[in-house]
C-alpha cells in the first residue's frame, strides 16, 4: 500500500518510555516483602491495562503504541521480579542499620541541631521519598548502614554536610 492513504499519525515516532528506577550494574535487586508484593500488584495491573488495550479495535494505531509501551514495561518488570531477592527486614541484625531499617537520625552539628528525621532503608523499586523510603544505593543509605545505636557519623545533604546520631533503629515485619 502506498503511504499516500496513511495518516500522518500513523508514521508517528517511537514511544518514549520512561526507565525503571536506577539499580546500578552489578548490584543485587534486594526488595523486601512489601516490594516484592508491589511488584506483583504492578504486574497484574500491567497485565489487566494490556487485556483492555486489545479489546479496543477503533485506532489501531495508538492499540499498537499502547500494546508496545506496556509490552515493554512488563519486560523491565519481569526482569525486576526475575531478579529479585527478598531480604526480610525482621532477619536482620536488630542493632545495625541494615536493608529493611526504619531508622531516625538526629542532627547534633548542622543549620539545625536537634532536627530528627527518620528513613526506611528499602529496594529502588520501592523507594518514595514522600513516605520516607529510600533505596539502598542510595548515598544517605549507604551512609547509615551498617551503623549502630548511638552512633554519630558525618551525613551529606545537598551542598550541607551535617554530624547525625542514630537514635532508633526498628525493623517491621
Not at 492513504?5 to 518514549?16: M, Q, S
Amino acid at each position: 500500500m502506498s503511504r499516500a492513504f496513511v495518516k500522518e499519525d500513523d508514521a508517528g515516532e517511537a514511544p518514549i518510555i520512561a526507565p525503571r528506577a536506577a539499580l546500578p550494574a552489578g548490584t543485587p535487586n534486594y526488595v523486601t516483602p512489601r516490594g516484592l508484593e508491589q511488584l506483583k500488584t504492578e504486574l497484574l495491573e500491567l497485565e489487566l491495562q494490556r487485556a483492555k488495550v486489545e479489546q479496543d479495535r477503533e485506532d489501531q494505531a495508538n492499540r499498537t503504541r499502547q500494546l508496545t509501551i506496556l509490552k515493554t514495561q512488563t519486560n523491565a518488570l519481569l526482569e525486576r521480579l526475575n531478579s529479585a531477592k527478598v531480604i526480610n527486614p525482621t532477619d536482620q541484625p536488630q542493632d545495625q542499620v541494615r536493608f529493611g531499617a526504619r531508622v531516625t537520625i538526629e542532627t547534633k552539628k548542622g543549620p539545625k541541631p536537634g532536627l530528627k528525621r527518620t528513613f526506611t532503608i528499602v529496594g529502588v523499586d520501592e523507594a518514595s521519598l514522600p513516605e520516607g523510603r529510600i533505596a539502598f544505593v542510595a548515598p544517605i543509605a549507604k551512609a547509615l548502614q551498617g551503623a549502630s545505636l548511638g552512633q554519630e557519623l558525618p551525613l551529606k545533604f545537598g551542598p550541607t554536610e551535617e554530624v547525625v546520631q542514630v537514635v532508633e533503629i526498628a525493623y517491621d515485619s
